[in-house]
């Protein structure tokens, strides 16, 4: 949480932009969504002449969807959270604002030695070229939760590679009551693009790659690519692993699964899931050929349908 919070402050000290109301929509709810709440509280408490406005849209799929919908009839918010695969897609559209010139300008801009103090991982992540369109939000790392309990008791040692995940999955998944379905599964997987780029990662692969002119191209078609995927088949085909396309924390707290890869994000709801019922733990992903995983979580972004004094008047009043 406290890294949490020091990348909102940073966030919001670069990137509120209004002369009285700023619209912020985002999808933090929960604990992180209490924390943002004080935060805008207590911002819009000290500076009488902004009202910054948090709006929770639901959850990032909603947010996601509701960006797109309001792109196409011109109805945006003044800020808005925003992973880089989606501020790709509307920049298509010009219509997320160019930050450059905010700051580095010598009155409400920010240093170059502050900048460069953000992990350049998170400022490449939020630069197209040389124009940088977002800042860091909340930011995590991918870790792999694990049911102490239930490994203690199987005499099961946290997995550090692939074949010991392989391993473990098969170990602790049992069919209790013999009707050819798992009763608990050892592992967990979401079939998303994320749990993809995690395990294409993990194995050396890439989605994307420049080219020798420079140029990005896809390099999804790949032996990596192959293995990742015959990977996932094979935990599915031996019956070692379950998977869903929703969160996992509820199913790990009911022992249902016993080990999955997530984000520390979901710290709060795998306490909350487990709780009174089983001790859980949580390690590094396993090594395949390296333990490279992307940086998950969102940036702010602005869009240019927002007035430049207002722009301009949020930047000088800095949160």
Not at 227 to 232: A, G, P, T
Request: proline share 3%.
């Amino acid at each position: 949480m406290k890294r949490l919070l020091i990348a909102l402050l940073l966030v919001l000290s670069v990137s509120f932009f209004a002369a009285t109301k700023v619209v912020f929509w985002h999808a933090m709810g929960g604990a992180q969504g209490e924390t943002l709440n004080q935060i805008v509280k207590a911002f819009n408490e000290s500076h009488p002449d902004i009202v910054v406005e948090a709006v929770y849209i639901g959850n990032y799929n909603a947010l996601q969807q509701k960006l797109l919908a309001g792109a196409q009839a011109g109805q945006l918010p003044t800020i808005s959270q925003a992973y880089a695969n989606w501020t790709a897609k509307l920049l298509q559209s010009k219509i997320v604002e160019p930050l450059n010139k905010y700051m580095n300008d010598p009155k409400i801009g920010i240093t170059k030695e502050e900048w460069e103090d953000v992990f350049k991982a998170f400022r490449d992540n939020c630069t197209w070229g040389n124009t940088v369109y977002a800042v860091p939000f909340n930011k995590s790392l991918y870790i792999m939760y694990y049911n102490a309990t239930a490994l203690s008791a199987a005499g099961i040692s946290v997995p550090k590679s692939i074949n010991e995940l392989l391993y473990a999955a098969k170990a602790l998944t049992k069919d209790k009551n013999k009707d050819g379905k798992p009763d608990v599964y050892g592992f967990a997987f979401r079939t998303t693009v994320d749990t993809f780029q995690i395990f294409l990662m993990m194995r050396g692969g890439e989605i994307v790659k420049k080219d020798k002119s420079g140029k990005y191209v896809s390099a999804i078609d790949s032996p990596e690519t192959r293995e990742v995927l015959s990977f996932f088949k094979k935990l599915l085909d031996d019956k070692v692993a379950f998977a869903q396309g929703g969160y996992l924390n509820d199913i790990f707290g009911q022992g249902t699964v016993l080990m999955y890869i997530d984000t520390i994000a979901g710290r709060t709801y795998v306490e909350q899931s487990t709780k009174g019922k089983s001790q859980w733990a949580w390690a590094p992903v396993p090594v395949w050929k390296t333990r490279n995983v992307p940086f998950a979580g969102t940036d702010i972004i602005m869009f240019s349908t927002a007035k430049e004094d207002d722009q301009r008047d949020t930047q000088h009043n800095k949160w």
